[in-house]
């Protein structure tokens, strides 16, 4: 019985899974084979990996593995009582732990940063469960100028990249990142992270930001929905989700900007723009700045490949040059803010890769940057007085971190719980 009771230990623990006993099957319910087995012998088990391709499915994958037809079926019956069976990522690793025989113990499969899918052997069958870990977040804060450039300020400074790019959509419909930036402008971020050893792998969100761009201030904090789902909002509860993103790209520096009269490059003569060049390496994606319709996707002489979008308020925006098309940008399809298009090119008339944008509300273009779109609705005026408890919590987690010797009294994990 002892030996039982470690076994199923140590196949919960392939999982990652800590031992709960609502969770677990009783040792009574193992496998004669398995209470046989001296559990010093236990490295004797077949630990394999495979990795989801495209297309694949869970029962390709079992059946690949020789998985007898019984333990196939049985397994994939318990997995779809706990997991949509569609949602298996390509590239995504699957865990499978064996008897020496080849009769199937474990299966595991990483469902997000801070939960697994865990599928163990019981008596006449399998189980399974979608676990979330119980994780260690650690709070920490970050800073950079955001003059001449904050990516490679807080690369400079330790920090990943992406934390840039984060940070950017957040406000990127507040501010233009190509244009509203000056020396002296700040960034700082309060931010918690956590690391999982059984995969290597750390994680890090963003709790707040706060941005001082021209003199203004600002701010960002999460707060997460009844639904459960979290969204970031301003200090008084605003959104900062806006009907348009300020730019279709993100860092990239601006070539050209909009004039009504402009010595064409190739042309060499004057003719209007009017819209904004974005100048970025070919092939980098390029985002619909809005939800709308594809009412034209064609290629001509001087605009090259171009998609045309009509949003809502009688404006419809333009990108051209591009290199080629993005899936699910055909014309007449419906298309969400953010989502990839096409990709920067130098078709048509161009003088190297690069993106014009251009916008027209009601017939008439106009400078996309001196365009503001209204804000998405505020948090619900029920909501307010725990929004407050949760900035000020925030705000306090920030002076503890501006001052180490302050013990930190609040874990950032149940702030915004």
């Known amino acids: ?12 623990a392939s999982c990652g899974k800590s031992p709960e006993p609502a969770a677990q099957p009783t040792a009574a319910a193992l496998p004669d084979s398995i209470e046989s087995v001296d559990p010093l012998f236990a490295d004797l088990f077949q630990y394999r990996e495979l990795v989801f391709g495209s297309g694949d499915h869970l029962d390709g994958l079992l059946t690949r593995m020789g998985i007898s ?17 569609g949602r298996f990522r390509a590239g995504a690793p699957l865990h499978i732990r064996q008897e020496p025989g080849g009769r199937l113990l474990t299966l595991h499969y990483p469902v997000a940063f801070a939960q697994d899918l865990c599928v163990w052997r019981e008596s006449g069958g399998f189980a399974a469960e979608v676990v979330r870990m119980d994780l260690d977040w650690q709070p920490y804060t970050a800073e950079a100028d955001l003059a001449p450039s904050f990516y490679e300020d807080l690369q400079r400074r330790g920090h990943d990249g992406d934390l840039a790019t984060r940070v950017a ?14 020396a002296g402008d700040r960034m700082e971020i309060l931010l918690e992270r956590s690391l999982r050893p059984d995969r290597d792998e750390e994680k890090s969100r963003v709790l707040a930001a706060r941005l001082t761009v021209g003199g203004e201030t600002y701010e960002a904090f999460l707060f997460p ?10 200090r008084d509860g605003g959104s900062l989700s806006r009907q348009f993103l300020r730019a279709p790209l993100s860092f990239t520096r601006i070539s050209s900007g909009f004039s009504h009269r402009r010595l064409h490059p190739i042309l060499g003569y004057h003719r209007p723009h009017p819209g904004i060049d974005y100048a970025a390496p070919h092939g980098t994606p390029v985002m619909a700045t809005a939800d709308g319709t594809v009412i034209r996707r064609a290629r001509d002489n001087q605009a090259g490949r171009f998609v045309k979008i009509r949003h809502a308020g009688s404006i419809e925006s333009t990108y051209m040059h591009l290199s ?12 969400r803010q953010g989502q990839v298009i096409g990709y920067v090119g130098q078709s048509g008339l161009a003088t190297g890769p690069h993106l014009d944008y251009r916008m027209n509300v009601r017939g008439k273009y106009i400078d996309p940057r001196n365009f503001r779109s209204a804000p998405a609705s505020p948090l619900a005026e029920e909501r307010m007085v725990e929004f407050e408890r949760v900035v000020a919590a925030y ?23």
Do not use: C
């Open 225 to 234: 929905e009844e639904n459960g789902t979290r969204h970031y909002y301003h």
């Open 324 to 335: 080629r098309f993005a899936k699910g940008s055909t014309q007449g399809s419906r298309v």
């Open 395 to 417: 705000d306090r987690l920030w002076d503890e971190l501006r001052a180490p010797e302050l013990a930190l009294n609040e874990s950032p994990s149940q702030i915004a719980e």
């Open 1 to 12: 019985m002892k030996a039982a009771l470690l076994l199923l230990a140590l196949a919960l």
């Open 69 to 85: 037809t019984e333990d196939r079926l049985a397994a994939i019956a318990a997995v779809s009582r706990a997991y949509d069976l």
């Open 169 to 182: 959509d957040l406000f990127s419909g507040e501010i233009d990142f190509f244009f509203d930036l000056h």
